[in-house]
């Protein structure tokens, strides 16, 4: 689905997060957005809402994520959430080997479903934790490759890896959808990044869906 331009001429993209239980989805999204970090596993219940505004070389996007619930019982709702998505970040947790199988499993219904629509990343999280690693870096860039993915290793813990792989699915998203969103006006507070690029975070929002989002009690993390 083609990405709209917003009042303001920002570019207007969804982006969802899909991935087993407990592969740190939340983690990220939250170290992205908010800075923050939580030990505890705190189970996202259906999903939640955030939103980034980012400036990328004087074009405007609005980022509307949509972080999913990677709980079994939940699976069935992951349609509502990755319908019109222009992007999406399939997560796994590098310690945990039936995490990487899950993810393969979201990105054959993905894929089938959307067909090559959405710009695809794959995620290998925790990376803080390289001494227990089970998925080799070798498997997993060959697997992404042969599904027209890009993959990246974060670890929300480290704060490591996350900026880069929003900023290249943002910088795709872009270029997918052309050189013709309105350039906005210099902000002061923008930081030059490797390559040339311009960044600016415009502004953050979070938000819960209506309907019951949000976190819940509980984890399997211990
Ligand atoms: N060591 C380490 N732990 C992490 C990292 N990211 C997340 N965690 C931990 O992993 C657990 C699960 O993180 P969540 O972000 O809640 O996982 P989730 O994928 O959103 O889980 P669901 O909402 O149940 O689908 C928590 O205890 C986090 O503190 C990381 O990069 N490194
Ligand atoms: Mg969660």
Known sequence: MAARTG?????????????????????????????????KHIQTLQASFLQKNLTINRRRLCLNIWDTAGQERY???????YRDSH?????YDITDEDSFTKAKNWVRELRKMLGDSCVLVIVGNKSDLEKN???????????????????FY??????????????????????????NSNPSSTNPSSTRRPGGITVTDDSIRTDRPSGGGGGGGGGCCG
């Open 87 to 91: 992007a999406a970040i399939v997560v």
């Open 133 to 151: 690693k089970v998925i080799q870096e070798k498997d997993a860039q060959e697997y992404a490759a042969s599904v027209g993915a890009k993959h």
């Open 154 to 179: 974060t670890s929300a813990k480290q704060n490591k890896g996350i900026e880069e792989m929003f900023l290249d699915l943002s910088k795709r998203l872009l270029e997918k959808e052309g050189n």
């Open 75 to 81: 699976h069935a709702l992951g349609p509502i959430y």
């Open 7 to 39: 009042g303001g001429g920002s570019l207007q993209v969804k982006v969802v997060l899909l991935g087993e239980g407990c592969v740190g989805k939340t983690s990220i999204v939250l170290r992205y957005v908010q800075n923050q970090f939580n030990d």
